[in-house]
């Protein structure tokens, strides 16, 4: 059984998704122990405790200082002691002791096809504004290993999706939303619940 927590600061939607691939048997094995945000009136709290999961607020402004903030959230991690965490939709930094506490076992999900469009400033609806402004043709998403650096880590599966002309961030964000990453990110969780994935150095080989 894989046991995942899953760390979200906004809407939920790829949390959503995860608990319906669940429920739905297109994720086997897999056991949510519980959902984290740094936001406590993330609409993803409430979708965590509607579907009866354990939900926990972490947030940095809680703390005097981030290293306090970083120590706090990576020993509540241990505590939960997940096999694998899923940052879907989650805007903090992780921790570099967490990212070596979990090496290659902490997975995101990002909205562009990676190394375009990604790094310090580049998440949410920004992420499309400057796809369009640069007038590419074709997008989508990434779901990657963290590792210390920002979206850096070694691609796991990605998903392309076109952009259309009268496309506005707004509209490619939700077809990036519902044509990649609520597929894109259950079907590597359950690839990595039942032993599909092979690292080898920065690559990742599916079994
Ligand atoms: C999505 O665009 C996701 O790619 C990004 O955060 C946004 C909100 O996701 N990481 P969610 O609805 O909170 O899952």
Redesign the pocket.
């Known amino acids: 059984m894989l046991r995942i927590v899953v760390c979200?600061?906004?809407?939920?939607?790829?949390?959503?998704?995860i608990m319906d691939a669940i429920d739905e048997g297109r994720i086997t094995n897999t056991e949510i122990l519980a959902v984290i945000s740094n936001n406590e009136r993330?609409?993803?709290l409430e979708r965590a405790r509607s579907h009866g999961i354990r939900s926990l607020c972490i947030s940095p402004r809680s703390y005097p200082d981030r290293e306090t903030f970083n120590r706090a959230f990576t020993d509540r991690m241990t505590e939960l002691a997940p096999d694998m965490v899923v940052?879907?939709?989650?805007?903090v930094r992780i921790p570099p002791q967490m990212v070596h506490a979990f090496s290659n076992r902490i997975v995101?999900?990002?909205?562009s096809l990676i190394p375009s469009f990604c790094g310090v400033g580049y998440?949410?609806?920004k992420?499309?504004e400057k796809a369009l402004e640069r007038g590419v043709k074709v997008t989508g998403?990434t779901v990657h290993f963290v590792n210390e650096g920002m979206d850096e880590g070694p691609i796991i599966a990605q998903k392309p999706v076109m952009v259309e002309q009268d496309d506005t961030p707004e509209s490619l964000?939700r077809r990036?939303?519902e044509e990649a990453?609520w597929v894109l990110l259950p079907r590597v969780i359950d690839d990595i619940a039942n032993g599909r994935l092979e690292i080898r150095g920065d690559h990742v080989y599916h079994r």
């Open positions: 979200v600061s906004g809407g939920g939607t790829n949390l959503q998704a993330a609409r993803a940052l879907a939709g989650f805007l995101n999900i990002h909205p998440y949410g609806l992420v499309h998403a964000q990036v939303m990453e």
